[in-house]
């Protein structure tokens, strides 16, 4: 469910949620949600909304209507991004992998070379270079973990999804647990700096852009977002 803030109180945005298409959402083992939002970088009034499992929305008139933005999309979308200096372009994290839309998603492109753990969860973007991304994936999905394990590990691109690198410099080659959504940042105050979290509660950092990693927590409780400041620490 979707709620939009008037005034005082908060209402139910119906033109999101009484649309056919809504039947046709789902989420295993419960209702379809609304899993991550991201806004429009030159639209104010602009949303896209990740529905779990039914794809991404869009919005580019504050919730008055919406558009489904999925062609060449998996619809099991885990998390939406944008970027201020790449207004039209859309960024998500599949459970098919990294997919890409030039255009606001009215299309999308699947690109996944080197990106060997296509379930994927969280992503971040370099906040002054579109081009350096991160996602968090596992070989299998959830189905597979009993058997297999979960074995998240943390990819790199530099040229904005269409090569992917695992990163091993300071993080295992396989994690235990999730690296979630919301689990992979860059710091906004300081460009460079880099910040994932799993769900066994190890935090780690990484100081050059995501290309080498070192721990700076541990034992901590299990980690299901990390938010880094915007301003330097005085």
């Known amino acids: 469910m979707l709620y939009q803030r008037n005034e005082h109180t908060w209402a139910l945005i119906e033109s999101l949620h009484t ?3 809504a039947q046709d959402w789902y989420a295993p083992g419960g209702l379809a949600a609304v899993r ?3 806004p429009h970088p030159a639209n104010d009034r602009g949303l896209y909304l990740d529905i779990h499992v039914g794809g991404i929305m869009r919005t580019l008139d504050g919730g008055e209507t919406w558009t489904p933005t999925n ?3 998996e619809l099991d979308v885990h998390e939406v ?3 201020a200096m790449n207004q039209h372009a859309v960024y998500t994290a599949t459970a098919d992998g990294f997919y890409f839309s030039p255009d606001e998603g009215d299309t999308c492109l699947r690109l996944n070379a ?3 753990n296509l ?3 969280g992503i971040a ?10 996602i968090s994936g596992s070989p299998t999905n959830p189905g597979g973990w ?5 074995r998240f590990a943390l990819y790199r691109s530099e040229n904005g999804g269409h090569a992917w690198k695992k990163i091993t410099t300071g993080l295992p080659a396989e994690c235990l647990e999730e690296i979630d959504t919301f689990c992979v940042v860059f710091s906004k105050a300081h460009a460079n700096h880099a910040y994932c979290g799993s769900r066994d509660g190890i935090l780690y950092k990484s100081t050059d852009a995501g290309i080498s990693w070192r721990t700076v927590a541990e034992e901590i409780p299990n980690i299901f977002s990390i938010k880094a400041g915007e301003y330097h620490l005085r």
């Open 19 to 21: 649309r056919d298409y």
């Open 36 to 38: 991550s939002i991201a």
């Open 71 to 73: 062609n060449g999309l």
């Open 81 to 83: 991004a944008t970027h």
């Open 114 to 116: 080197g990106l060997d």
């Open 119 to 121: 379930y994927t969860r």
């Open 125 to 134: 973007i370099h906040p002054q270079d579109p081009d350096i991304l991160l």
């Open 146 to 150: 009993r058997a297999h394990g979960k």
